[in-house]
């Protein structure tokens, strides 16, 4: 294996679900300016994800619909053709 090829910052950060605001604690690299106030009283770098083990259909066993941020919105006003 090729030596010093991972890397080295690795930090606790929160992912956050924004679909159903669950949220976990794990080592990550992941870059964030936003910061949380988790269970333990101390704050955390958060990354916002739009899905998780909590919310996939495939984990949970039930079809939801997503539209986090307003996607659809954006991609139709995007893509509507320009009177």
Known sequence: MKKDI???SYRLVVFKDMSNE????TRSTAPSKETIMWEDGNE???VKV???NTSHP???GKSVF???AGRI???KKRYE???
């Open 66 to 68: 997503v539209d986090t």
């Open 6 to 8: 991972h890397p080295q």
């Open 81 to 83: 053709k320009k009177a």
């Open 73 to 75: 919105e954006k991609f």
């Open 50 to 52: 739009e899905i998780s």
């Open 44 to 46: 955390y770098p958060v």
């Open 58 to 60: 495939f984990y949970t």
């Open 22 to 25: 669950q949220a976990f604690l």
